[in-house]
């Protein structure tokens, strides 16, 4: 998606220029309607730097004293410029608020992004999801880089920092390829990229956040089919199996020490993980933690008080590099790490090269990726659970919508609040994208209290949430319309959906990898013009991330086996007028096919209806249609007896209109002639009573 600010930035002149009378009316007209972000919304809601003095909207954050601040830190260093990276020294895709160094200095905070400071400038680079996003958040000391390449960025530092220049960062929040990247294009042209092992953003943070007080904590037996040794042992044998023979394993992904313990912790946001490093050799276990949070406890559990092969030894968390050194100054040793996840700062002291191996990602993220029995079993049971509270949700709007009293901040809300009352609940999964009309045409938007819109039955809604349980990880999307849509959204909506039936319902060889599949699922939006911005699907885990790599439909995705858990999403983003997602979970699973034997297609795990009113029937394939009503099928079947057992009377009466079957004619989603009957034969009877 490429979401331009040019537009909005047109509607602000208007503003600036309109007569006061004018612009008071239609204020207060816009304040009854409540289609505004807020009480202030009337003022434009990005920045304008070109004027003067510049216009700044209430949601910027001033920068001028972390700025100051940081270049004071770099002057001693002689660093001409500083790079500021958006990740944690795990390379997360989701970081702790201790970590958020990116945002700290730039007031922008979005996911994804790079901020470079020199003395006289500061620029952020970060993609087309978010360009609106840091126009209304950053002051106008940031310049906006409308790119997220590491050439564009050392462009922009060639032509800033003269030649001998040293640019400056931290190895930690640097992975090898970024590493890399960097200085062939900065080495080349004389410019010398300086590691500097202390953060210098952590040095001008005077308020920087602490880590949670939580303890560590183990999974119930009740939802582990695999005791943290046979892991251990399993991870081992692929070891001793790999030809190159390494004598041990790093594991710096924050999901892949928690996996391989059966652990979970409460130190990121949504993610149930904790600050850790694992050095698996082939007769010792260290784990690199915050020792002071495990428990006593988790220490008989991990067996810590001996140094066998099955014994974990607790070491410091700040101590994994000088741990490693140490290590690796032995002779006849090899590191394997998996190169994805692994930071610079540790890749730089295994050396030499002969003492290192690599690979795009290390066995225990391949392992993981592959769920066992008890892991599907119990991940299809969160989703049924699940369901019932997206149920609940899509209910309560249809009530509370048509008397204009719901915002997208109160929508985000209570969906959380509706996963909170289901068995084994642990919160939401991710920050609940809640977004109507044109704030949904911001793939990532998530409401806050000066951006929420006011829900109406004239536009449509958007709804990405997701929960995490201690079965399960959850993530849906639905759009849905309470009003009457146009034939442009319905036609959009409907095709969007035959994306997403297309690639669930193909059947390919195991062993493909999801890239090849992924165009399915824009093929009838590209038909008519129309395609999406972002990726088709991610891999999803049990209590883990919402986005679990490697498992997806990425060029760097792993290809698919049995039992990997992805998600499924295409979409469409019409700018400044509305958007459309339609997000499943679903399970690789093998299919008999009529001659080969090693075939496998998508289970959809993910159980709530599609708007109905949404459904252009007229579009759909004969065979597009059997699979929507199959899916519908499951639903009755599965969410139907966890209605019954939760009580939920009113839920299950909704879910069965919901999910009465499409007939094929017609070009609307209509129901068949045996359902309309019956209809009729009730309002009937009650006619007679």
Same mark, same amino acid.
């Given at each position: ?60 954050v001033n920068t001028t004293l972390q700025l100051q601040e940081l ?190 313990f059966n652990l979970r912790g409460n130190d990121i946001p949504y ?86 191996? !690599?690979? $795009?990602? =290390? ?5 993981? /990726?592959?769920?066992?029995?008890? #892991? @599907?079993?119990?991940? &299809? ?50 920050? !609940?994208? $809640?977004? =109507? ?5 911001? /793939?990532?938007?998530?409401?806050? #209290? @000066?951006?929420?819109? &006011? ?50 319902? !193909?059947?390919?060889? =195991? ?30 885990g049990n209590y883990f991330g919402v986005h679990e790599w490697p ?139």
């Amino acid at each position: 998606m490429h979401i331009s600010s040019a537009g909005s930035q047109r509607t602000g002149s208007v503003w600036l220029k309109m007569p006061s009378t004018v612009w008071l009316w239609v204020l207060s007209v816009a304040i009854l309607t409540g289609n505004l972000f807020s009480a202030a919304a009337y003022e434009r809601t990005e920045r304008n730097c070109s004027l003067t003095p510049p216009y700044l909207p209430s949601t910027a954050v001033n920068t001028t004293l972390q700025l100051q601040e940081l270049r004071g830190q770099m002057l001693p260093l002689n660093i001409s410029a500083y790079i500021i990276p958006g990740t944690d020294a795990h390379l997360s895709e989701y970081i702790a608020p201790r970590d958020a160094r990116m945002a700290f200095m730039t007031g922008f905070t979005g996911s994804a992004g790079t901020a470079v400071v020199t003395q006289t400038k500061a620029a952020l680079w970060t993609d087309s999801r978010y360009w609106v996003q840091a126009e209304r958040q950053m002051d106008c000391n940031w310049e906006l880089e409308k790119d997220v390449s590491i050439i564009s960025v050392a462009e922009w530092l060639i032509s800033e920092v003269p030649p001998g220049g040293n640019i400056g960062f931290d190895p930690f929040l640097f992975s090898l390829q970024t590493q890399e990247s960097y200085a062939m294009s900065l080495e080349s042209s004389n410019r010398i990229l300086k590691s500097i092992p202390v953060n210098l953003v952590d040095q001008v943070w005077k308020e920087r956040p602490t880590l949670p007080p939580y303890n560590l904590t183990r999974l119930p037996d009740r939802v582990i089919q695999r005791t943290w040794q046979m892991k251990v042992n399993q991870i081992r044998s692929v070891m001793t199996s790999n030809p190159y023979q390494p004598t041990a394993l790093l594991l710096s992904a924050l999901d892949e020490t928690a996996w391989l313990f059966n652990l979970r912790g409460n130190d990121i946001p949504y993610n149930p993980f904790f600050y850790s490093y694992t050095l698996l050799t082939l007769d010792e276990i260290w784990l690199f933690v915050h020792t002071d949070r495990v428990s006593e406890d988790l220490k008989v559990y991990l067996s810590a008080s001996c140094t066998e092969p099955l014994c974990v030894q607790l070491k410091s968390y700040d101590s994994v590099r000088e741990n490693l050194k140490t290590y690796v100054a032995q002779p006849e040793v090899k590191v394997w790490i998996g190169t994805e996840y692994t930071n610079y700062a540790l890749y730089e002291i295994i050396t030499p090269q002969e003492k290192l191996m !690599t690979s $795009s990602y =290390s066995p225990v993220l391949t392992s993981k /990726a592959v769920k066992d029995e008890t #892991e @599907e079993r119990i991940l &299809r049971e969160a989703h049924v659970r699940d369901a019932v509270a997206v149920i609940q949700l899509l209910i309560w709007l249809e009530k509370s919508v048509p008397k204009g009293n719901v915002t997208e901040l109160s929508a985000a809300e209570y969906v959380n609040y509706c996963r909170s009352k289901q068995k084994d609940n642990k919160g939401p999964s991710f920050e !609940t994208i $809640s977004a =109507s009309g044109p704030n949904a045409a911001l /793939a990532h938007y998530s409401p806050s #209290e @000066e951006t929420s819109r &006011r829900l109406t039955v004239d536009e449509m809604y958007l709804v990405d949430s997701g929960g995490q349980y201690l079965d399960g990880t959850t993530d849906i999307t639905r759009t849905v319309h309470w009003g009457t849509p146009t034939d442009m959204q319905k036609e959009a909506f409907t095709r969007v959906l035959m994306g997403n039936i297309e690639i669930s319902q !193909t059947v390919f060889p =195991s062993g493909t990898s999801g890239v090849r599949i992924e165009m399915l699922g824009r093929r009838a939006l590209w038909e008519v013009g129309l395609n999406y911005g972002h990726g088709t699907g991610h891999g999803v885990g049990n209590y883990f991330g919402v986005h679990e790599w490697p498992v997806g439909f990425q060029t760097n995705n792993i290809p698919f086996k049995a039992g990997m858990f992805t998600s499924i999403e295409p979409g469409y983003y019409k700018e400044n007028d509305f958007g459309i997602r339609i997000e499943d979970i679903a399970v690789t699973i093998p299919v008999h096919t009529k001659y080969g034997h090693n075939f496998l297609t998508f289970d959809t795990v993910s159980l709530v209806p599609y708007d109905r009113k949404l459904i252009d029937t007229s579009l759909l394939s004969a065979k597009q249609l059997q699979w929507l009503n199959k899916y519908y099928e499951t639903i009755r079947r599965l969410v139907g007896p966890e209605l019954d057992k939760q009580g939920l009377h009113e839920e299950k009466d909704w879910m069965l209109r919901n999910t009465e079957p499409f007939t094929e004619a017609g070009s609307s989603a209509s129901v068949c002639s045996s359902s309309l009957t019956l209809i009729a034969l009730v309002f009937a009877l009650h006619n007679v009573v």
